[in-house]
C-alpha cells in the first residue's frame, strides 16, 4: 500500500476500494487501523514545480501503541525497534 500512496493517483476509493477507512474530523480519510496520523487543517499551500506542498495545523493526533512502523531507507522496507520492545 505504501508504494501506491508515493506515485500521483485519481483518489484512495479508485486505488483501494476493498480498503476499510473512516473520516477524521476535518473530513479527512484514514485507513483503519493506521499505527499513526495527523489530522489537519491546509493552513497555506506553496507551488514548487509540478508539485504542490501543503503546510497544515495539526488538529488531532492519533496512536496506536501495539505495532511497529514502517520505514523505507536506503531502497528498503524495514522497522523500528525502542529498546523497551520485545523483540
Aim: with cysteine; proline share 6%.
Amino acid at each position: 500500500m505504501s508504494r501506491a500512496f508515493a506515485v500521483s493517483r485519481p483518489t484512495s476509493e479508485d486505488v483501494f476500494p476493498d480498503v476499510s477507512t473512516h473520516i477524521l474530523a476535518t473530513g479527512a480519510p484514514v485507513v483503519d487501523d493506521a499505527l499513526a496520523c495527523f489530522d489537519c487543517s491546509i493552513a497555506t499551500t506553496f507551488d514548487s514545480g509540478d508539485h504542490t506542498i501543503f503546510a497544515g495545523n495539526v488538529e488531532a493526533v492519533s496512536t496506536d501503541h501495539g505495532g511497529l512502523p514502517l520505514v523505507y531507507f536506503n531502497g528498503s522496507y524495514g522497522t523500528v525497534r525502542f529498546s523497551d520492545q520485545p523483540t
